[in-house]
């Protein structure tokens, strides 16, 4: 349609493609193997004797030979700069000890020059055969005199060396000892000193996390900023993409600024000067189980007499929630112990008690993380409609017999991330990576639901396919209520995925020889027992293309 006053030679056609000769998710049609996008939206969906009628020259054709085309993926939790940095840093996942940690450090300073600064990320000392961490003084030494920052997995703590420490102005800090390791006020501190990085840099970081998450089939991806580790003027770059030339995978962006009325809420989203969709994300009500911050209500249980920290008061996350209701905006906050979660919970009933009820509910606030929830936890989340932001990779990676949740929680472990009770309960779910405390690897998440420590807290795999594409566009409100599906009329926001076998797999055996029947008519999704992730040939987003394979037209 050419609209008035618009010139017709401005008008491009419109571009059809043609998908046939695959497998198709869609509740439309389970046996569906073609798609047809015109434009930015889905045309039809059906099967390969309707697409050989419908498919002529005008448009392009695209043998998916027998490839998968599924909704994208949404990251629901992820820091777009810091993930960029890692990427680009030194990889410490291998380490087992403080002396090959140092290794390391002198190996990367060799390519430095005397003013550079080794940035790296990924140590995790409850695998490490000797956990002695190095010292201030050690780091100097092996970085050649250069500056050391070193995240830890987690990134709530870091290793840092004696120049760097000395920058950041440490010495009374909360969180420094004199040690390398640093946590709390410190590791903020230390961080920023160690990210002062020029626009160009940040926006280099910046784009090849979205390279990474377009090339693992992702449309979108929710950026939780927040003041302690990021600046406005990174929030408004990474807000920029989505208007830029580049066609990218979508951002989402959150700020975790504290409110403390209207007021000053809406002069928070005023000094912004970008739209976000919330003052939630990274509000940190307390820390991580690996650097012993999350906010417990018993011991660690390797920490005698510790039980974390707490960030906010019951009384200032009240107000904060309150704040964002009466003005109809999402409020959330990182919350992973048990006390923390309380903490939250305490101040969603007290503003609901003041603004109401239906406020409260109607803003569909959110809680990213939340590892630790007793049944008392998720009638109150249900009550208050309270969304879960869940990584499922953090229990392939910590949960289970000696793994860091043993360590640190003991028996507790057992009930980390209760993925099955959520659903249970009624609690809404999405799932996200905290990338880049874990990869942009979407299908491997999903494997984690599936496979959980826990059998009890396992779901299906259609539901955490789910949980990682329409509940991702759900929990941050989008109006669109067919985002995250493959149906006529909805978005073409999809990845093309080169599969091994696809079948229907949930938690329960006794389910599943009547789900993979073709009269249950359940649309079917890769098979991930085998450990390997399908692979992304495709990325499209609003019917562009945002990542494509050699070996997609070939």
Known sequence: MIHPGVPAATTQPRKVTMYRNGSVYTAADPFATAMLIDGDTVAWVGSEQAAT???????????????LLAPGFVDSHMHLTETGIASDSLQLAGVRSGRELLDAVAHAATALGPAGAVLGHGWDESTWWDRTFPTPEELERAAGGCKVYLARVDA????????????????????????????????????????????????????????????????????????????????????????????????????GELATSEEHAESILERLDVSVLGLAGDLNIDGSIGS??????????????????????????????AACSGLGIQAGFHVIGDAGLKTALDAFDIAASEVGEQRVRAAAHRLEHVEMADDDDLARLAKHSITVSAQPAFDAAWG???????????????????????????????????????????????????????????????????????????????????????????????????????????????????????????????????????????????????????????
């Open 156 to 255: 709530h703590s870091a290793l840092v060396s004696t120049s760097l420490a000395s920058d950041a102005g440490l010495n009374g800090l909360d969180g420094y000892d004199g040690s390398a390791h640093v946590l709390r006020a410190a590791h903020t501190a230390a961080r920023r000193a160690a990210r002062q990085l020029p626009e160009a840099e940040r926006r280099r970081y910046q784009e090849l996390a979205l390279r990474e998450a377009a090339a693992n089939g992702y449309v979108a991806l929710a950026e939780m900023a927040a003041p302690h580790f990021c600046s406005i003027e990174d929030l408004r770059m990474s807000a920029s993409w989505n208007t830029g030339e580049m066609v990218l995978p979508e951002i989402l962006p959150y700020w």
């Open 400 to 554: 289970g017999a000696g793994k860091l949740y043993e360590q640190r929680l003991g028996a507790r472990s057992a009930t980390m991330n209760p993925f099955g009770s959520y659903y249970s309960a009624g609690v809404p779910v999405c799932f996200g990576s905290d990338s880049p405390v874990t990869p942009l690897r979407p299908w491997s998440s999903v494997r984690a639901c599936l496979e959980h420590s826990n059998p009890d807290q396992r779901i299906s795999a259609r539901a955490a396919f789910l949980g990682h594409t329409r509940a991702g566009w759900r929990a941050s409100k989008q109006r669109n209520p067919l985002l995250g599906q493959l149906v006529p009329g909805a978005p073409a926001s999809f990845a093309v995925w080169e599969v091994e076998e696809l079948m229907v797999q949930v938690a329960d055996g006794r389910v599943q020889s009547w789900s993979t029947d073709p009269r249950a008519r359940t649309p079917l999704l890769p098979a991930l027992d085998s450990g390997s992730d399908p692979v992304c040939l495709q990325t499209v987003r609003d019917g562009q293309e945002v990542f494509a394979s050699e070996t997609l037209r070939s």
């Open 53 to 67: 009628s419908i498919a002529d020259s005008s448009m392009e054709v695209i043998d998916l030979r027998g490839a």
């Open 292 to 321: 012993r911050t999350a906010a417990l209500s018993s011991d660690y249980a390797d920490a005698p007499g510790h039980r974390g920290s707490l960030y906010l008061s019951v009384e200032q996350a009240s107000r904060h929630i």
